[in-house]
């Protein structure tokens, strides 16, 4: 008897402590600024942005419906022994789901980057507060001689193209596109179509795979993809005459800097579906806040060239260019 | 004949040498040696007691069941004990020659499943100077009779260990002492597995079945281990029934399994095999999803000894394959598989003159693999293939000293590859080999005052900073009091063999096991154990014990690793300490245990010092096991621990997300992103929960029955597992469950 006075004891003791507690993950909140700014070459407007940090009455962040964009800040960048201070400005904001005011952000249309040079940033945020960052903008790339120069390349299923670069580790983004003029009721209409490197088959429906930044020199097109797009350009019109390929394919690669290359490959993506993964790398280089000052270079490609029998094997006009 | 002599020629001729000079003290004594087995079966009877109560002096029996009582003085007849819990004690007449070894091997009669008590005769005596702290030693009953959650689980059961701990219900996984997961060695038969989980690490994926009996030593472990900083499990399988053929049977709600036994000519054969064949039950644990987890794992071992061949040798081959597959059958879905396979051989071997020795030959393999499909995963996949030999060997003096010396020589042959996120492959490969010697003395001749000090010397190691090191260790056993005594260990340890995990997972599918990269050294510990042990009442046991643990070049992922530049590994620091307090009461029909750990544990990476996620303050537990009589036994188990560690959250940012720079920064590139505190400065609630098994024991003709019911979490405590700051949803561990388990025996 005197054993079940003490289990009762003991689960009565349990059940005391068995109420739940409640869980705030929530810890002091300390207002934060964010920062970004990619610097362009191929471009005079540079255009940057400023948001601060919030908490919104739950966990929900799209609750929170309050425009968090900072006005009034200086924003200067020194940049080949010139400083360039910026403005701020906004447009008409497309997606009105969740913010109602006007997308707001800085600009100056002044400058545009050249190879490896400094710069540096200094944000000066209505409340004296500082955010600061430096970066050296990417080098040039060179094409290879050994690239491919004609689509298709003789025997071989594949295009490569091929780049060297004095930096090592840095993101590069390679893009294609096929140039097109369509006949629209007797009006030319100049298009472009972007080239995937290939296509995979996922459900029964072939799913196009395009190029994502990486560190690679090199990349590779399926000339199965670029069949596939030439075919997409008219796909479902019967009337292929109406449409006119350039000769010159456009192709061009997207030089990135390191801290454009580090917060690329911060935001690259999830591990798999069953990890639990409670803390995430937040990568900045920008010293007080969040957000990424970083460059790129764009270089273009402009050897790569369609064979003429290939283009009117779809029916295609082939437009000629010196 | 001729090749058994030739073998064993190079022992018989060291022999000597070793003996030189102690056999001049030899006094006419003589020894008593022998193995105790189970009546039944023929099982070996691990750590049970041997006491010759006219001398109050004894042994008890290592983990193949031997035991050896030295410097018994000779000519005349003693009355011997042999005692163990659930087995009826024996008493047997032995005369004792001098100079000579008297072979005494006792078979122990189970006692009725309707009277099974514990009986510790002599305990006290036997354990005056032996130099175990920080050794826990678990039998399968213990396991069988604690709350199951699904499954037996020798991993689960650890974490009732005072200075074990875990970071929630979905994981086996445990942490010993501050140290991380991958700095645990598990052995089976002296074979490592590397990952030695089922169903994302719920499971142990060694049956409790096949176990004969387990050591865990959680820290201060001698000099025959190697390779781990933290923690060793040793794990001594059956032989299977030597007397004649068994059949058993089990179904829980997640598996099927079976157990096939028998005598072959001069020994005997075990195998085993498990099959998970219905997973709705681990939605419990994976907060409601559908994982299809299909696994299995076999075992077998045979046994051969014969006096033709080799006078007092044993021999065993042993193979076990755990394998582990998640196959969603839909080609937009990826696919883990994971697989060990462990086969070893083993010559056990008694000479004449008190000396024992083991051969082992070992090759363990594990692969690991992420097969993205057509998802958005990137392909990762781990092989590890370790082959070791060893040879160990003991010899006992006629003062009762001893000396443990060993060689192993392991290879390792390691490969990882891995794409990130951004479709950069990596591969980290190496074949390197590790030769290790260690030598111990063990000083045992005074009855109050035990010490065991050695070291381990690797001569090669399979990294560059592994070679030409020396890991010292001691531990040693003061008894100042009949019913107390003083224990103390200290010990340097080394690790090459790590594993690449991120440390704020904390549900980890793909663990990859690397050799050490270069361009980090080895990790070493350094182990400062102190701790009481008093037996003032019959059946009453209470230890204290105080750990410090430093941990250096720890190899921590690198949650910065942007570009290939950046290493993959960082070189960290770790911290430990804390006390320990256990009391256990048996009186029969009961058995309390009551344990509580007050510790901390700190990690320190480029200058940043944190609490790693299994940091917790207070952890204790309350095990009440209730013998009700007529086969039928209860026991309740109830959890207690601080809360762990955990980021806060402080709010949201819109994040910029890059995916078309080219197009520059527009307002659809923005995604709200929450950002965090400090690492693990917050700490979750308090964990307790209690679980309560009934266990029902019968015989119907010639079957043996046991019918088990548990309820884990039983006034269902929503204990927090995580907060998923993407859902913004906290996520909780195991709801109140109800299980069961039948098993059958012929």
Redesign the interface.
């Known amino acids: 008897m005197k054993y079940c006075k003490l289990i009762v004891l003991i689960l009565l003791f349990v059940l005391v402590l068995s109420c739940d507690e409640s869980f705030n993950p929530y810890g002091d909140f300390v207002e934060r600024y964010a920062f970004n700014c990619i610097l362009k070459s191929d471009e005079n407007l540079q255009t940057a942005t400023l948001f601060r940090s919030y908490r919104p009455d739950g966990f929900d962040p799209f609750t929170y419906t309050t425009d968090p964009s900072v006005f009034n800040a200086d924003i200067r960048i020194w940049y080949d022994d010139s400083v360039f201070v910026f403005k701020d400005t906004s447009v008409v904001r497309q997606d009105t789901s969740r913010y109602k005011t006007p997308f707001s952000f800085y600009y100056n249309n002044q400058f545009q980057i050249g190879n490896r040079k400094t710069v540096e940033l200094e944000v000066l945020l209505p409340n004296g507060r500082r955010l600061r960052s430096s970066s050296f903008t990417p080098s040039k790339i060179d094409f290879e001689d050994r690239s491919d120069v004609l689509v298709p390349s003789g025997n071989n299923n594949f295009i490569q193209i091929i780049w060297t670069s004095f930096d090592d580790g840095m993101f590069f983004l390679p893009k294609m596109t096929i140039r097109y003029n369509q006949n629209v009721n007797g009006r030319i209409e100049e298009k472009t179509k972007l080239v995937p490197l290939r296509y995979l088959s996922q459900g029964g429906e072939s799913v196009p795979v395009f190029p994502t930044a990486n560190a690679s020199l090199t990349v590779v097109y399926n000339i199965n993809a670029i069949t596939r797009a030439l075919d997409e350009i008219s796909e479902g019109d019967p009337l292929k005459q109406n449409y006119s390929i350039y000769e010159n394919l456009s192709f061009s690669v997207t030089a990135y800097d390191l801290p454009t290359t580090k917060y690329i490959s911060s935001t690259g993506g999830s591990i798999d579906d069953l990890t639990v993964s409670v803390d995430v790398a937040d990568y900045t280089n920008i010293e007080g806040g969040f957000g990424l000052f970083g460059s790129y270079s764009k270089k273009k490609y402009n050897q790569l060239r369609f064979f003429q029998n290939y283009i009117d094997s779809f029916g295609y006009n082939f437009i000629v260019e010196n | 004949m001729r090749f058994s002599f030739f073998l064993t020629l190079p022992i018989k001729f060291l022999i000597p040498i070793i003996f030189l000079g102690i056999s001049t003290f030899a006094q006419q004594t003589g020894n008593i040696r022998g193995f105790v087995v189970d009546s039944t079966n023929g099982e070996a009877l691990a750590f049970c007691n041997v006491f010759i109560n006219e001398l109050s002096a004894g042994a008890s029996t290592n983990e193949r069941g031997l035991y050896l009582i030295k410097s018994i003085p000779s000519g005349k007849e003693y009355a011997v004990s042999i005692s163990y819990v659930g087995y009826r004690t024996k008493t047997l007449q032995v005369f004792v020659r001098p100079e000579k070894v008297t072979q005494l091997d006792v078979q122990l009669v189970p006692l009725s499943i309707e009277l099974q008590t514990i009986e510790k005769v002599g305990e006290k005596i036997i354990r005056e100077n032996r130099t175990d702290i920080s050794l826990e030693r678990i039998s399968v009953k213990e396991l069988e009779i604690l709350p199951k959650g699904v499954e037996t689980d020798i991993f689960r059961t650890l974490q009732f260990i005072p200075g074990v701990s875990a970071t929630g219900d979905v994981t086996a996984k445990y942490y010993v002492r501050g140290g991380g997961g991958d700095q645990n060695l598990i052995l089976l038969n002296g074979i490592e597995i590397y990952n030695p989980f089922h169903s ?1 690490g719920l499971f142990s994926v060694i049956d409790p079945d096949m176990i004969n009996n387990i050591e865990f030593y959680k820290g201060g472990f001698t000099s025959e281990y190697s390779g781990r900083l933290s923690s060793v499990m040793d794990v001594i399988s059956k032989d299977g029934n030597k007397n004649r053929f068994g059949l058993k049977g089990a179904m829980s709600f997640l598996t099927a399994k079976g157990l096939i036994e028998g005598p072959i000519p001069n020994g005997s054969f075990m195998i085993t095999g498990r099959k998970s064949y219905n997973n709705d039950v681990l939605k419990k644990f994976f907060d409601e999803q559908t ?1 299809p987890i299909d696994f299995y794992d076999l075992s077998f071992k045979v046994n051969y000894s014969s006096e033709d061949i080799f006078e007092n040798a044993k021999f065993a081959a042993f193979g076990f394959i755990s394998n582990d597959d ?1 196959d969603y059958k839909d ?4 696919r ?1 598989k994971w697989k060990n396979n462990l086969y070893g051989f083993e010559w056990l071997q008694v000479y004449d003159v008190p000396l024992f020795s083991r051969l082992g030959i070992s090759l363990s393999t594990f692969e690991g693999e ?1 097969i993205p499909n ?1 998802s ?2 990137k392909p990762r996949k781990n092989e590890v293939q370790d082959f070791t030999i060893n040879f160990d060997m003991n010899v006992v003096y006629e003062n009762r000293d001893e000396i443990g010396l060993g060689i192993k020589l392991k290879t390792i042959d390691s490969k990882f590859s891995q794409t ?5 492959e990596s591969s980290i490969e190496k074949f390197a080999g590790n030769l290790s010697i260690y030598g111990k003395y063990k000083f045992l001749r005074w009855k109050n005052f035990g010490l065991d000090a050695g070291t381990r010397f690797n001569v090669t190691g399979l990294t560059s900073g592994g070679g030409g090191v020396f890991e010292p260790r001691v531990s040693l056993t003061y008894r100042f009091l009949p019913w107390a005594a003083f224990k103390a260990a200290w010990g340097i340890y080394l690790q090459e063999m790590i594993t690449v995990s ?1 440390e ?7 663990e990859p096991w690397i050799i050490t990269p270069d361009y980090i050294k080895p990790s070493k510990a350094i182990h400062y154990n102190a701790g009481i042990d008093i037996n003032v009442l019959r059946g009453l046991q209470i230890s204290v014990e105080g750990y410090y643990k430093l941990l250096q070049d720890i190899p921590i992922v690198n ?2 690793k ?4 950046d290493p993959d590994l960082l070189p960290g620091k770790g911290e430990s300490y804390g006390w320990e307090f256990l009391a256990n009461y048996s009186v029969d029909p ?1 058995n309390f245990t009551a344990s509580y750990t007050l510790s901390w544990a700190y990690k320190e990476v480029n200058g940043w010092t944190y609490y790693p996620k299994y940091d917790t303050r207070h952890a204790g537990n ?1 095990i ?1 096991e ?1 013998n009700l009589g007529s086969g039928w036994i209860a026991s ?1 188990v ?1 959890n207690y621990s601080s809360g762990y560690p ?13 995916n078309n ?2 197009n ?5 590139g ?1 995604i ?6 400090d ?1 693990n ?2 700490r ?3 964990y ?1 929960r ?1 679980d309560l098994s009934l266990i029902k024991r019968l015989r119907v003709l010639l079957v043996n029955f046991e019918l088990g019911v548990s309820a884990i979490n039983v ?4 204990n ?1 597992f ?2 998923n ?1 993407d ?4 996520v909780n561990m195991l709801p109140f469950l109800l299980t069961g388990t039948l098993k059958v025996e012929i």
Do not use: C, M
């Not at chain 2, 709200?672 to 505190?677: E, F, K, R, S, V």
């Not at chain 2, 859902?727 to 906290?730: D, E, F, L, N, V």
């Open positions: 994302l994982i998640i080609p937009l879905r990826e883990f992420v057509l958005s995963l990130n996120f951004v479709g950069i991120d704020s997972e904390i549900i980890s599918v793909f949650d910065q942007f570009t290939v530049a009961f309350v009440l209730f309740a109830w955990f980021t806060q959250l402080i709010g949201f940012y819109d994040k910029y997300f890059p720079t080219q520059g920064i527009n307002e659809s923005f709200p992103y929450a950002y965090l505190g690492k400065l917050g979750l609630p308090a307790h209690l006034y269902d405590r929503k927090v995580y907060f700051r859902t913004g949803k906290t």
